[in-house]
């Protein structure tokens, strides 16, 4: 909160690379700041990407939004995770307590890819983070999972409409009997660069079928004819 004023600069300024990187960043770290368990506070003028910090004596450059896109649809990412926080259980409800939050990989230093489990007073509302904090994308990524089942994607900070890049899960995801990150389950998603993404469970695994049983057949009958020796009498 008190980061972005007296010469501190704004968030957005400190993030490294060009235009599309330091949106892209800006964006991971709101993102990270939701998902994660605590109270949320944000300083004014963070919600628009205003480049100059905070200033007592003038006002905020809400003109930014009217005049560049990458300003507009900042703003707009910012009022969706808004909402998706308010509509999504597990980022509050048992937000206090440490049965609310779980590491899936916090170590993953190699990739700088993180993934976590926020749980809610229900398993039917648990949701699984993935935050990219790096610019490479990455396909065909496994992580664990908490349960097995059919997940979908319900948020990603690198939709178009935000001004990412469009690396998204639109497919449902199966997850698979596959032992990772300590859980007995995992899934096969794609990384977008430099952003984050929550799944959620929609639907358990479909019941496997039967293996189709083997017909066992009655034994041939011989049908050879059988030779009899006739007997001659003398």
């Not at 004023?5 to 993102?31: E, M, T, Y």
């Not at 909402?83 to 700088?112: M, V």
């Not at 009997?177 to 859980?183: I, K, M, Q, R, S």
Request: charged letters at 25%; hydrophobic letters at 40%; glycine letters at 8%.
């Amino acid at each position: 909160h008190d980061e972005v004023v007296h010469g501190k600069c704004s968030l957005i300024i400190r993030q490294p690379g060009d235009n599309w990187r330091q949106f892209a960043g800006l964006r991971a770290l709101a993102f990270y700041q939701m998902t994660h368990p605590g109270a949320k506070l944000n300083f004014m003028g963070n919600e628009i990407g205003q480049f100059i910090e905070w200033r007592y004596y003038e006002g905020l450059e809400f003109f930014l939004v009217d005049r560049f896109e990458a300003h507009a649809k900042h703003q707009q990412f910012i009022a969706e995770l808004n909402r998706f926080y308010k509509e999504t259980r597990a980022l509050w409800e048992i937000s206090y307590t440490s049965e609310g939050f779980e590491w899936i990989d916090a170590d993953n230093r190699a990739q700088s890819v993180l993934t976590y489990i926020r749980h809610a007073k229900y398993k039917k509302d648990d949701v699984v983070v993935l935050v990219n904090m790096d610019i490479n994308a990455h396909e065909d990524f496994r992580m664990g999972v908490p349960r097995s089942g059919i997940y979908e994607e319900i948020f990603n900070t690198d939709d178009q409409r935000f001004g990412g890049s469009g690396v998204c899960n639109g497919a449902a995801l199966t997850s698979e009997a596959v032992p990772w990150n300590g859980l007995k389950d995992s899934v096969v998603v794609r990384v977008p660069p430099l952003a984050g993404i929550v799944l959620k469970r929609t639907a358990p695994l479909p019941p496997k079928k039967p293996a189709a049983k083997k017909a066992v057949g009655k034994k041939p009958v011989d049908k050879t004819p059988v030779r009899t020796s006739k007997r001659t009498s003398k």
